[in-house]
């Protein structure tokens, strides 16, 4: 069963070993992390300041797992309270277990949770404009395009456009059929 648990503690371990697997396959859509990211004195301190950040009310960090593995992470960075109740998204699944749905289950799973029970009214995503997947993960879950910058973040030397999308609280997805 698919489950969207907020980032424990308890996690660090198998929180390091998902990174440690897909390392190589991320990289392929960010740019390298410095090599103490990958010890868990590291991801234990990064799951210390998650947890700060989620009682301060500026992030909510969440780990998707399947039959207990960790098969994805969710994030919801930057909320800003005042005027706007919004956040900006971010998310990544394994190299294993992607083109099954999952992704757009665990965003719908997110998205509840950021319209129930944390009261955001508007989400906000950047996606490189290669990355198609997630563009579709996106407006499967209600997101809509709204701009598109040229040349945007460089990666391994060479430039990419970002795709801009929202969210907003009351949106209907769409149907859709997951992945075999």
């Not at 371990?13 to 990289?27: D, I, K, Q, S």
């Not at 944390?118 to 906000?124: F, N």
């Amino acid at each position: 069963m698919l489950n969207l648990q907020p980032l424990a503690r308890g996690d660090a371990a198998a929180l390091l070993a998902f990174e440690l697997e897909n390392r190589a396959y991320f990289e392929r859509w960010i740019n390298p992390r410095e090599p103490d990211f990958y010890a868990l004195a590291a991801v234990q301190a990064s799951i210390a300041e998650a947890e700060q950040a989620r009682a301060a009310d500026s992030a909510h960090a969440y780990v998707l797992k399947l039959h207990d593995e960790i098969v994805g992470r969710i994030n919801l960075r930057h909320v800003e309270r005042r005027f706007f109740n919004k956040a900006m998204l971010g998310y990544r699944m394994s190299a294993a277990h992607q083109g099954r749905g999952h992704a757009t289950r665990a965003l719908a799973m997110v998205l509840e949770e950021a319209r129930t029970r944390l009261g955001l009214w508007r989400i906000e995503a950047e996606v490189r404009a290669d990355n198609i997947g997630s563009s579709r993960v996106l407006l499967r879950n209600g997101f809509r395009e709204f701009g598109r910058a040229t040349r945007a973040i460089e990666l391994a030397g060479a430039w990419h456009d970002l795709l801009y999308y929202e969210w907003h609280a009351g949106a209907t997805p769409r149907r859709f059929e997951p992945a075999a």
